[in-house]
T-cell receptor, first 111, second 112 residues
Framework: RKEVEQDPGPFNVPEGATVAFNCTYS??????FFWYRQDCRKEPKLLMS?????NEDGRFTAQLNRASQYISLLIRDSKLSDSATYLC????????????WGAGTKLIIKP | DTEVTQTPKHLVMGMTNKKSLKCEQH?????MYWYKQKAKKPPELMFV???????INESVPSRFSPECPNSSLLNLHLHALQPEDSALYLC???????????FGPGTRLTVT
């Protein structure tokens, strides 16, 4: 089993729709969780940190489910500019400097 | 300001060349990282510096040599690379361990 698993997609979604991604992680001791987005041939950019209480930033909502060991990302009212690859990232235990990266989920928003 | 800068943006080098990649951050972060990323793959960690000391070396070949001259600068010295080393090389920094990492725009390296 991979340490961090994501559905690679692509998810083809019409503009304005709501889309959700899940990501599962294997180490129950992990403490830090993040979503990054990466555009083609660009660097990853931090989208959101994921807290135990959940996190919302505009159209984006992230949730953590420790019991089932997954994190989720919900995008409401999707825009064409949301097209990107979304990477789920979890800190490595015990070495907290290392982040374990999922392979990414590709999202394509269609007009 | 969450800015990490990297130079050069693009680099083409032969297998016998020696070159260096540079990274700078002015956020006062104490940890800096080098990653390698191949197309359609997630970033792979190469090195971590914490408080200017090398704390993690992910079994990277010796043809890659990191250097941290001070808390704001990180270099990656390249020598005798192979064509399979062609990739996007990303620098990142974070305040402390397990914190969010902020990435520079990367250096796209081609080894001929």
């Amino acid at each position: 089993r991979k340490e961090v698993e994501q559905d690679p997609g692509p998810f083809n979604v019409p503009e304005g729709a709501t889309v959700a991604f899940n990501c599962t992680y294997s180490n129950s001791a992990s403490q830090s969780f993040f979503w990054y987005r990466q555009d083609c041939r660009k660097e990853p950019k931090l989208l959101m940190s994921v807290y135990s209480s959940g996190n919302e930033d505009g159209r984006f909502t992230a949730q953590l489910n420790r019991a089932s060991q997954y994190i989720s990302l919900l995008i409401r009212d999707s825009k064409l500019s949301d097209s990107a690859t979304y990477l789920c990232v979890v800190n490595s235990v015990p070495s907290n400097y290392q982040l374990i990266w999922g392979a990414g989920t590709k999202l394509i928003i269609k007009p | 300001d969450t800015e990490v800068t990297q130079t050069p943006k693009h680099l083409v080098m032969g297998m016998t060349n020696k070159k260096s990649l540079k990274c700078e951050q002015h956020m006062g972060h104490r940890a800096m990282y080098w990653y390698k990323q191949k197309a359609k793959k997630p970033p792979e960690l190469m090195f971590v510096y914490s408080y200017e000391k090398l704390s993690i070396n992910e079994s990277v070949p010796s043809r890659f040599s990191p250097e941290c001259p001070n808390s704001s600068l990180l270099n990656l010295h390249l020598h005798a690379l192979q064509p399979e080393d062609s990739a996007l090389y990303l620098c990142a920094s974070s305040q402390e361990r397990a914190d969010e990492q902020y990435f520079g725009p990367g250096t796209r390296l081609t080894v001929t």
